[in-house]
């Protein structure tokens, strides 16, 4: 959709259906075209990654078998976490983009109440071998559901992050990785969003640049949105109500100016 401004890309792989606000209510994603904006310093703090989820493998790999049709020098890595099997790559921009499955909930392991993941090798050939059939490539999982499952972003430090992310917003912490990374979820999930160092550590706030524009938290209801709010508030942080969504929305910014919009369902 070369020349659009705004491109919602769907729950079921295709554009939104519909139009107007309805249609970005029901994207995943949505890309914007701002030919302003400039490729961010290297170590700024912003979009590290952002995930997807399939729901099963088959719809997964025959995902990988588009990439590797259609963009095929975009593969960066891929790795057996334990809770799920990933797959790295770069989009044009050179945005992080993952895409991944999740064994079942019962296959986790949590101690104390952090989760067991690991980075192991994850052969690509291998894993479309065993999961990649004839119906898929061709295109049978193409509208199977899949949504972000999770997203990484590049900060300065992890303590301030954790202080925000867990303190103030509310998240539970999940796993870490010393100083260089913490990962975070709500509702016992593996995580929600990590913050790491890998490409960032001592970076300040953001300057407006390419990549994240904004990350959307999506609460159950008016109550979880408000306490929220007053949290933040006695944390220190300026929130943003936004009065023409009936109260039902808050903006913020993390400590490195990174967007954040709550919206209660």
Same mark, same amino acid.
């Given at each position: ?125 291998? !894993?479309? %071998?065993?999961?990649?059939?004839? /119906?898929? $490539? #061709? ?7 899949? @949504?972000? =499952? ?14 925000? !992310?867990? %303190?103030?917003?509310?998240?539970? /912490?999940? $796993? #870490? ?7 975070? @979820?709500? =509702? ?78």
């Amino acid at each position: 959709m070369e020349g659009a401004r705004v491109v919602p890309v769907g729950r079921r792989g295709e554009p939104a259906r519909g139009g107007g606000r309805s249609q970005l209510r029901e994207a995943s994603i949505v890309l914007r075209r701002e030919p302003s904006l400039r490729h961010a310093a290297p170590g700024s703090a912003g979009h590290y990654h952002t995930a997807i989820l399939f729901e099963t493998p088959a719809a997964l790999a025959a995902a990988l078998y588009s990439v590797a049709r259609h963009a095929p020098g975009t593969f960066t890595g891929s790795a057996d976490h334990l809770v799920s099997q990933a797959f790295y790559f770069t989009d044009p921009e050179g945005n992080g983009i993952e895409l991944y499955w999740d064994r079942t909930r019962t296959e986790w392991s949590w101690v104390h109440g952090q989760v067991e993941m690991a980075t192991m090798y994850l052969d690509p050939n291998t !894993f479309l %071998g065993e999961h990649l059939t004839e /119906e898929a $490539a #061709a295109g049978a999982t193409a509208q199977d559901a899949s @949504s972000v =499952g999770h997203v990484h972003l590049s900060v300065g430090d992890v303590a301030t992050a954790r202080a925000f !992310f867990v %303190g103030a917003l509310g998240f539970d /912490e999940t $796993a #870490a990785l010393g100083n260089q990374a913490a990962f975070v @979820s709500a =509702g016992s999930y593996h995580h929600h969003m990590a913050m790491n160092v890998w490409n960032s550590r001592g970076a300040g706030p953001r300057m407006p640049a390419l990549g994240l524009g904004r990350v959307d938290l999506p609460l159950p209801d008016a109550d979880a949105l408000g306490a929220l709010g007053e949290r933040l508030r006695d944390h220190g942080f300026t929130v943003r109500d936004d009065a023409p969504a009936g109260g039902r929305t808050l903006g913020l910014d993390d400590p490195w100016t990174n967007r954040i919009r709550a919206t209660a369902s």
